[in-house]
Structure formats: structure tokens, C-alpha cells
């Protein structure tokens, strides 16, 4: 068992549970997990890769990143550990505190998180990014946040979403 943090979208608060791995990770955040956030400290964030394709009531941003929310909970974990072979071993206890982590969690709702889409519309929401003839880096907007957060799925009532890990 690894110390984690949970971001708590719907309780807007950050705590200190266990986790015993992948599947308690993918049970907090509701889904299959994507890198949100690296700390200098390895402390990894991680989020639903598909949280904004489904009805979602609570969101949340890093105030490091300074981009778009994300949507749903958050789990932070601590950096992964090897042994001398190069073998995987699993995650370390988290290292940053539930106070630093709070401190840089600003928790929205569904009315903020829209807000924010509407006036963010003509931002790159999702990118193709390749390597051209001249191998240089090209790359392609294939989606605007406008759009991400107007097909966005709305729940369908307000006890949907409420029931975190």
C-alpha cells in the first residue's frame, strides 16, 4: 500500500488515502488514468483521460499549470520505483503534503468549467504533433476547447457524481 492524495472534486478537498495500485487509482479518478501534472519531486497527477466526455459536475485546475480544468477527482502519487535490474516495484508514498498540493487545487463547478470553455473557446484542446520532411515538428489542432467543453455531456441529476472513493 502507497500513501496518495486525493483531489476531491465534489468534496473540494484534498486527502490522504492508500492505494494498492492501477485499480484503486482508476476507481478514484472514475476512469483509465493520464499524467496531468510531473513535480519536481516526481509526485505524478493523474486524471481521467476521458473525464470531459462524460457528465461531470466537478472540476478542478493546478494553479502550476495554469491551463484548462480538469474534469472529475485527482489522484497524486509518488514517484515509481525500481529495483537495481530496471524492474518496476510500484509507486513510493506520495512526498508533498496535503497542504502543498491543496494550496495549488482551485476547484470549480460545471458553471465555472463552462464558463471557462466559453471564454478559452479558440484554445488547442487536443494536438497531432509529428515529424515533417524537414524534421522539424509539426503540429496539427484536431480539437478546440470550445467544442470539448460544448459536447460535454450534462448529468442528469444533481446526485450524479457525487460518490468518490
Known amino acids: 500500500m502507497a500513501k496518495v492524495l486525493l483531489i476531491d472534486a465534489a468534496a473540494q478537498a484534498v486527502r490522504e488515502v492508500q492505494s494498492s495500485g492501477l485499480a484503486d487509482l ?22 481521467d483521460e476521458h473525464g470531459t466526455f462524460k457528465p461531470q459536475k466537478h472540476f478542478f485546475r493546478l494553479a502550476q499549470r495554469g491551463d484548462y480544468p480538469f474534469a472529475g477527482n485527482g489522484v497524486v502519487v509518488g514517484p515509481e520505483v525500481y529495483d537495481d535490474e530496471g524492474e518496476y516495484l510500484g509507486d513510493a508514498d506520495v512526498t508533498l503534503t496535503v497542504a502543498e498540493v491543496a494550496a495549488q487545487v482551485i476547484f470549480l463547478s460545471r458553471v465555472q468549467a463552462d464558463a471557462w470553455g466559453k471564454a478559452n473557446a479558440s484554445e488547442p484542446a487536443m494536438t497531432f504533433m509529428s515529424i515533417g520532411e524537414d524534421g ?7 480539437g478546440r476547447m470550445g467544442s470539448l467543453f460544448a459536447e460535454m455531456p450534462q ?11
Request: proline share 2%; glycine share 10%; with cysteine.
Open 155 to 165: 448529468p442528469e441529476d444533481e446526485s450524479e457524481g457525487d460518490n468518490f472513493g
Open 136 to 142: 522539424q515538428i509539426e503540429e496539427e489542432v484536431i
Open 26 to 47: 482508476q476507481k478514484m479518478i472514475g476512469g483509465h488514468i493520464e499524467i496531468a501534472h510531473v513535480w519536481e519531486s516526481k509526485d505524478v497527477c493523474f486524471v
